[in-house]
């Protein structure tokens, strides 16, 4: 690839970049990244080559960790739903959505609260991200790495985490697919996020297939494994 | 060597009587006794007092013996004449009284003459042997010095194994885990009291590996086997003398290439001085100047020594009750057996310095100088990025520089909060004008508000962590600058969207999970076109610069919020940081592609001068400016640069004032403290450096972020009235210092 000049190639966003330049650098291979966030450049550099190629983004490489590819995966979902959350906090508001809701069946409770509370589907999708960075954060559950490749060390307890994490976040893209529609799609045609997601939670099995009651578009490229029966 | 030297002046004494050879002996071992007491401790006045009071006492005796010699010579052939005995005298009564010669008159003249002459024979032997004497002595404080500094040296290296085995266990404690290896990437090195790890690392070496261990056994073999051979005293004493010699040359070197990086260590001068004023004597002083010549690179030694120094002229006692830890230390009373005190690595989980003593024989001369060689090459290995820190440290631990330095903002910054919960890096954060409260902005598309006294301890660790209170979400992209309003109610926020966003700050003690208000987002800027990357305020003007090449001022929550825009010549390039010009009302700052910086008239929209270096500037390639900052009070502009420099401009006159090599990757951020003393640089070289603005030296470096990609920290930031140093990292990790 372009790695003739790899040496010389520095990796930085300098103050006045323009914005279609951030970022913009040569591919690094994975194998030369020498950084303990390796896995979340490998992730980031994928996305940025083409979002929409979920199956290669989700693609893990070899002699990876799985539980810290699952955890780095999760974190950069959890980061671009800040980007949903923007767009939803200029028309979701407490009186429009009193409660969290996607469908009619479930009325989703915010976890956040010492007793989970039913709150306005705003404040339940801004507080389950800011729950969600603080744990994906928290040293008690994901401590700091002991090995120099990694910055976290993922314990077996803590995977579970992961899945209950992925559940609720995944409310904030039911709730907008369900009632803010306009902002879900084009949100999604511009990062293929919920198709990224549900690509990831089946395949790693962290969510139960009748949870996922967003339609996938499944017109425009192969991604014939999502069997939504 | 005192014994030695004594006895050869016994023996060239000789010649002149046994008791001149007696006076002589008593005077020498007087010098021994100088010669001793001084390596009992004393930097040199006190030994060398007493040395010369041995001299006046042999002087006493070979008067003595001279009058008897006298009293002899003349009673064997004259009975009558040597009353008087004075030399001159007796000649010429003789000749008053006796104008013929007579036989029995020539005889007595002759013997006269042979007594006189006789008795200024003696007095020349007793001369020469009270030079020699002299010699001896000297040569002996000479021994003396040189084994005291390679103890002293030894000591130092002693004092840095201590620290070392405090700073693991520390960590230890902190982290749980052991300390990181050598070469090892140092996540929190910055953690254990701000004195980096590279010190731990960089001279552990010598201690523990094992090569070093058998190579000094080696060594002692060797002397043996010259030894046999008669490759003695003389002839190592001569190697020793030239091995110095070459040491202190090189030192020499090395202390001025210091002297001239200017990092030497920052308030040195307190307790160096005072250590030397305290040694009048001009060989204290010469002891004290080469140890500071041969440890002057490195100033944690340098301090150390110097302090030892003053110590030692008390007692060793003194020194010792300082450095209790280090046990009881003898002196033996030959000057070439000086203990040797090794380190014996300890086991991690024990932090105790075990020394083993083991005497050394009086031919050890050779394998000290060599020892004291390799002990300056260990320090001359530590990092220079620490000296201070060490010196710092140093201070701390002993209790006798701290007061001697005077300066009550010298302390050692420590690593205290982590601010975790951003998801990608964080590119700048800004604290509260009052309250223990920031602002950070992350490449999440978010800000968070942090109050450091609401904490959570985290586990087996000394920092705490700290939750966000609130997250700010409005930018569709990285959020890359911030500014904050002096009273600290607004804050505002540039993104690489090209809007500047304004927030009402909540209360630092709302609830995290409180509803949601959308009036703490109060506004946005909208103008810029592309990324928005500088932005600062003054009273209740924000001034951004962006990718589009503009420069703006705007006044937020007016009608019209965009006063005016400065475009610079196309030749400039785009901006790339902004600032006020803290000094003169009405003036900005703006640093530029081309490396130049250009002061604008905010009324007017003119440019006031341009800060360009003629020469140095010339080939601009890589000097890009990642920042720049005004002095709060002094006309002066700080820029930090992609070529590791930090340059500092006269406004008035627009040229360079002082240029230095700062880190060792691109500096890309900067902060100065509200009173304008102290400046702090971060850098892609993953560190944090605080700077003393007065002599522009470095006074504290701390490892604090890791990389990604090719990038380290972003941004510095000094809390304005509270003692806190925060930076921002592209771990996404947020770190306050107190």
Not at chain 2, 209 to 236: C, F, H, K, P
Not at chain 2, 448 to 456: D, G, M, R
Request: with cysteine; net charge negative.
């Amino acid at each position: 690839m372009k790695m003739a000049d790899g040496s010389t190639i520095l990796r930085r966003n300098r103050p006045g970049t323009k914005a279609k330049d951030f970022c913009r650098w040569p591919d690094e291979p994975l194998e030369e990244m020498d950084s303990t966030l390796a896995v979340q450049q490998y992730i980031q550099q994928m996305i940025k080559r083409d979002p929409s190629n979920v199956e290669l983004i989700l693609t893990m490489p070899e002699a990876q960790d799985e539980g810290v590819w699952k955890y780095e995966h999760l974190r950069q979902f959890c980061m671009e739903l800040n980007g949903l959350a923007v767009r939803l906090q200029k028309q979701c508001s407490p009186s429009t959505c009193t409660q969290m809701t996607a469908t009619d069946q479930w009325i989703f409770l915010c976890a956040a609260h010492k007793t989970p509370k039913e709150c306005p589907a705003i404040d339940y999708t801004r507080h389950t991200l800011d729950g969600a960075a603080c744990l994906l954060n928290s040293n008690k559950y994901f401590p700091s790495s002991v090995t120099p490749d990694h910055r976290v060390s993922i314990k077996e307890s803590s995977v579970t985490k992961l899945g209950s994490v992925c559940r609720r976040v995944y409310r904030i893209f039911s709730h907008a697919y369900f009632h803010h529609r306009r902002i879900f799609d084009e949100f999604e045609a511009e990062t293929y996020l919920c198709h990224r997601f549900t690509h990831f939670v089946t395949k790693y099995n962290l969510m139960s297939k009748e949870n996922l009651i967003v339609p996938i578009n499944e017109e425009e490229n192969a991604a014939p494994g999502e069997s939504e029966a | 060597m005192g014994t030695n030297s004594g006895a050869t002046a016994g023996i060239n004494n000789k010649p002149v009587g046994g008791a001149a050879v007696l006076g002589v002996g008593v005077a020498n071992s007087a010098i021994g006794g100088g010669v001793l007491s001084n390596s009992l401790g004393s930097g040199g006045g006190g030994g060398s007092g007493l040395s010369i009071s041995g001299l006046g006492g042999q002087n006493a005796n070979v008067g003595g013996i001279v009058t008897g010699m006298g009293g002899a010579g003349g009673g064997g052939n004259n009975g009558s004449d040597d009353g008087m005995g004075g030399p001159g005298g007796g000649p010429n009564n003789q000749q008053a009284t006796t104008p013929q010669y007579t036989i029995p008159g020539i005889l007595h003249f002759i013997q006269h003459e042979w007594s006189r002459f006789e008795l200024e024979r003696s007095q020349w032997d007793v001369d020469r042997a009270e030079l020699q004497a002299r010699i001896a002595m000297l040569l002996g404080e000479r021994k003396c010095l040189e084994s005291l500094k390679s103890d002293l040296t030894r000591r130092i290296k002693m004092l840095e194994y201590a620290l070392r085995q405090e700073r693991a266990k520390f960590y230890r404690l902190k982290y749980g885990t052991d300390p990181p290896q050598l070469n090892e990437f140092k996540p929190s090195s910055n953690d254990d009291g701000g004195l980096g790890g590279d010190v731990a690392t960089d001279s552990e070496v010598p201690y523990s590996s094992v090569s070093n261990t058998t190579w000094r056994q080696g060594r002692q073999m060797l002397r043996q086997y010259l030894a046999e051979i008669g490759y003695t005293d003389n002839i190592i004493d001569v190697r020793s003398n030239r091995v110095r010699s070459i040491l202190g040359l090189n030192n020499n070197a090395d202390h001025d290439g210091g002297g001239g990086g200017g990092i030497g260590g920052v308030g040195s001068g307190g307790i160096g001085s005072g250590g030397e004023n305290l040694s009048p004597n001009i060989n204290g002083n010469e002891s004290n100047k080469r140890a500071s010549e041969s440890e002057g690179r490195h100033t944690p030694a340098k301090k150390v020594q110097q302090s030892n120094d003053a110590i030692i002229l008390d007692t060793e006692a003194a020194v010792m009750a300082n450095f209790e830890f280090l046990g009881p230390t003898e002196m033996s009373d030959d000057d070439e057996i000086s203990d040797d005190l090794e380190m014996v690595a300890t086991d991690n989980e024990d932090t105790d310095v075990k020394m083993a003593k083991r005497p050394k024989s009086g031919k050890d001369m050779l394998t000290e100088e060599v020892d004291g060689s390799l002990g300056l090459g260990e320090l001359a290995q530590l990092t220079v990025n620490n000296e201070s820190d060490g010196a710092y440290d140093a201070n701390a631990k002993d209790g006798t520089g701290g007061s001697a330095g005077g300066a009550g903002y010298r302390k050692t910054w420590n690593a205290k909060y982590t601010l975790r919960s951003h998801f990608d890096g964080v590119r700048s954060l800004i604290f509260h004008p009052e309250e223990p409260v920031l602002i950070t902005a992350s490449e999440d598309n978010t800000l968070k508000l942090w109050n450091l006294q609401k904490t959570v301890q985290a586990k087996k660790s000394a920092s705490l962590d700290v939750e966000p209170l609130y997250t700010f979400r409005a930018h569709t992209g990285p959020v890359l600058c911030l500014g904050m309003s002096s009273s600290g109610e607004t804050c505002y926020s540039g993104g690489l969207d090209g809007n500047i966003e304004c927030w009402q700050l909540p209360s630092p003690n709302i609830d995290p999970y409180d509803c949601y208000d959308p009036n703490v987002h109060s506004g946005t800027l909208e103008g810029h076109t592309d990324a928005v990357w500088g932005l600062t305020t003054m009273q209740n003007n924000i001034v951004s610069c962006s990718a589009d090449g503009t420069v703006k001022l705007w006044s937020p929550y007016t009608k019209e919020p965009l006063l005016r825009t400065y475009t610079a010549a196309e030749a400039e390039g785009g901006p790339s940081s902004v600032d006020f010009v803290r000094n003169e009302v009405d003036h900005i700052v703006v640093a530029y592609n081309s490396a130049h910086c250009i002061i604008y008239d905010t009324e007017t929209g003119k440019q006031v001068i341009k800060l360009e270096a003629s020469q140095e500037m010339s080939g601009n390639t890589g000097k890009f400016i990642n920042k720049v900052v005004s002095h709060p009070t002094l006309p002066i502009t700080i820029t930090a640069h992609e070529d590791r420099h930090i340059r500092f401009w006269d406004n008035t006159s627009g040229t360079l004032v002082h240029s230095m090599v700062a880190h060792l990757e691109p500096v890309t951020s900067l902060a100065v403290d509200a009173h304008g003393l102290y400046l702090l640089s971060g850098s892609h070289d993953c560190s944090i450096r605080l700077w003393n603005l007065d002599n522009k030296t470095c006074v504290q470096e701390i490892t604090a972020h890791r990389k990604k990609f090719d990038e380290s920290i972003f941004d510095v930031a000094f809390h304005a009235t509270k003692p806190y140093i925060a930076s921002a990292g592209a771990d996404g990790l947020a770190k306050v210092f107190v």
